[in-house]
């Protein structure tokens, strides 16, 4: 008899085709350019593992999850890449983030001071997170400039990166553009402070990282608007995931007929 079982429905992902993908994406960037991969929520289904492995070949220098068990697990796989934890991080969980070496981000005053706390004059990269309009988390943006302040005279705090979240770069090029605008007048606000106070230069201001983050927006946002719906450019991007399942029953359905509870499908001319 045979008893082999086959899988009733299952995923496929094509990692070659998501480095193809991540190649296309990469001559976008600026020269000397890097850029980090998202992984968070198993990379969406895809294999955070697999999906980090692909990407780390293909050029990206950072990793980002939503939390610190997802950190917490790639460093148990064997991942020594920079992992950023974009979402915010309990107090509680410090001593483990410190441990496994991610990296947090901060949007509060209270999360900075306790982490200062247990650095014990460590240095340590931390990243900020401005609120330019998605507002589900971040600091708000009249607060940033001094929660910068505040975190700049924090012991064993260094801001390795400052970033933000697109709320509708797929539909909204206006609400885009706003947030772009409050993202870089905090820039240009930093750039000014360091030339008026040159200690700042020093310290590696100008160094920091700034990210937007989502790959809709990841080259010049005019050029992303005239472009996003060019079939040039879903032309050469290719799916990776498929769903996939083997037919259990093909059935006839008369007309006049419904389907399933509630009779939520009716079968019409």
């Not at 991969?37 to 999906?51: P, S």
């Not at 441990?99 to 981000?105: E, G, I, M, S, W």
């Not at 943006?141 to 709320?167: D, P, T």
Request: proline residues 3%.
């Amino acid at each position: 008899m045979n008893t082999s079982i086959q899988d009733r429905s299952w995923v496929e992902i094509d990692l070659a085709a998501f480095a193809r993908n991540l190649d296309f994406l990469k001559e976008y960037l600026d020269e000397g350019q890097d850029f980090l991969q998202i992984v968070k929520a198993d990379a969406y289904g895809h294999g955070a593992w697999e999906i980090a492995q692909t990407a780390l070949k293909h050029g990206a220098v950072y990793l980002g999850v939503a939390n610190l068990e997802e950190g917490k697990l790639l460093r148990i796989q064997g991942i020594r890449a920079p992992i950023l934890i974009l979402s915010p991080s309990l107090s509680g969980e410090i001593s483990a983030i410190l441990d496994y070496d991610l990296v947090p981000t901060v949007s509060d005053s209270d999360f900075a001071r306790a982490l200062s706390r247990h650095l014990e004059g460590r240095d340590y990269p931390i990243h900020l997170k401005l609120d330019t309009g998605m507002h589900r988390s971040g600091i708000r943006m009249e607060q940033a400039a001094a929660l910068y302040s505040e975190i700049e005279n924090l012991s064993g705090l260094r801001i390795e990166g400052i970033f933000s979240h697109f709320a509708s770069s797929e539909s909204d090029a206006e609400y885009c553009l706003y947030q772009e605008q409050q993202f870089y007048g905090f820039h240009r606000c930093l750039a000014r402070e360091a030339t008026l106070y040159p200690s700042q230069q020093q310290r590696g201001h100008h160094q920091r990282l700034w990210q937007r983050l989502q790959s809709g927006p990841l080259w010049d946002l005019k050029l992303w608007i005239d472009t996003i719906h060019d079939p040039a450019i879903a032309h050469n991007l290719q799916a990776v995931m498929s769903f996939k399942s083997t037919i259990s029953q093909i059935k006839d359905i008369r007309e006049g007929e419904s389907v399933g509870y509630n009779r939520g499908v009716e079968i019409s001319p």
